[in-house]
Structure formats: structure tokens, C-alpha cells
């Protein structure tokens, strides 16, 4: 009898989001990205997403790009707008009243470099904090915000599908077993750490120069 239900059981186990954003290819490329530019985490799922479908699928690496960036733009210009609509309400609800002054006063003094280093570097950010104090600050146009967003987000997901294509067996097989290669997220996250130190310093020294 065992061996007559094992394959029904199989049958009957409930299919991860993962997985059925995979049978939705570009659309639900599209979709987790429009997700992880709100204050709903996805923990990296347009990036390994992304990686998975370039590796799986026979469409070009840059249909994957593209439908990523859209639906990331997407949902930043969501997180924007409520924010630029309810204000301070709105990050007190979402991200809590002690950490919003702080939030507010970073953003006021790093402005477009910490976007951009939120939105292009391919490592776990707080990015919608970051989409949302745009909004609250009123510092930022709709159209420059947008363009900053996209510009970002594109370089982001082209390089992401480019390493996929060439390397993604490689980088699939890290992110099943990420405890093996400890020492090269801890490397990885002090050169980043590094890149984003340098861009906010060359940032805050042309502030000073122009004002």
C-alpha cells in the first residue's frame, strides 16, 4: 500500500512561491520585484530569481533584467507615493518612531548616494526605508527619484543576469549552502562596505564644494 501513496503524497505537497514564480517566468520576475521594493521582505528573491531563470530558460539574460528593473520601479514609485501622501504617519507605521528621525537625518545628509548604494549594490539593504524617506523628505522630485531608481536598478539586474549566465551553476550551489562560504560573503560584504564608504565621502565633499 505504501508504495501507492508515496507518489500521491509527492503530488499532494503544497509547491513553494519560489517555484511557482519560476513557471510564471518574466511575470513573476516582475512581480516578487514589485514586492521587494515595499516594505514586504523577499530576502533576495528577484536576485536568485533572476539567477534561476537565466539559467533555466531559453529567453534572453536581458527580458529578465528588464522585467526585474519594471517591476522594481514599480513598486518604489508605490513605496514613494504613500510616503510622499502620509508623511511621517507613514514611516512611523511601517518602520517604527524610534528609528525614523535617524532615518530621516541620514537620508537628509547622504540623499542620492544612499539610494543608489541601496538600490544597485546586490547585497540585503533596508532599500524601501529608504524608497519611503524619499517620499517623506519632499527633497525629491517624482521624475528625478524615478530615474535614480531605474538607472540603479538596471545596472544592478544586467550584471546580476550576466554573472548568472556565466556563473550561475557556480552561485546557485552558494546559495544552497551558504555556511560553507562564510569567508566569501564576509569578504564580499567589507568590499562593499568599502565601495559605499568611498561613494557617501565623494558625495559629502561635492556637497560641501557646491554649497
Known sequence: MS???APVARRKRPVS???????????????IAILDSTPLPTFGGPDILLIILVLTRHNPWYEYAASATAGSVVGAYITFR????????????KFGQKK?????AFFDQWGTGALVGSTAVPFP????LFFAAAGASNRYSTRKYLAVVAL?????????AIIGERYGHHLLRVLRHPVQYWGW?????????????????VNRRVAEASS
Do not use: C, E, N
Open 3 to 5: 508504495w501507492y501513496l
Open 17 to 31: 512561491t519560489l517555484t511557482m514564480l519560476r513557471h510564471l517566468g518574466a511575470l513573476g520576475l516582475f512581480s
Open 82 to 93: 504613500l510616503a510622499r501622501k502620509a508623511g511621517r504617519a507613514y514611516l512611523d507605521s
Open 100 to 104: 525614523v528621525p535617524q532615518l530621516l
Open 125 to 128: 539593504f533596508p532599500t524601501s
Open 152 to 160: 540603479s536598478r538596471a545596472v544592478r539586474y544586467s550584471a546580476v
Open 185 to 201: 560573503f564576509l569578504l564580499f560584504a567589507v568590499v562593499i562596505a568599502g565601495l559605499l564608504t568611498g561613494g557617501f565621502l
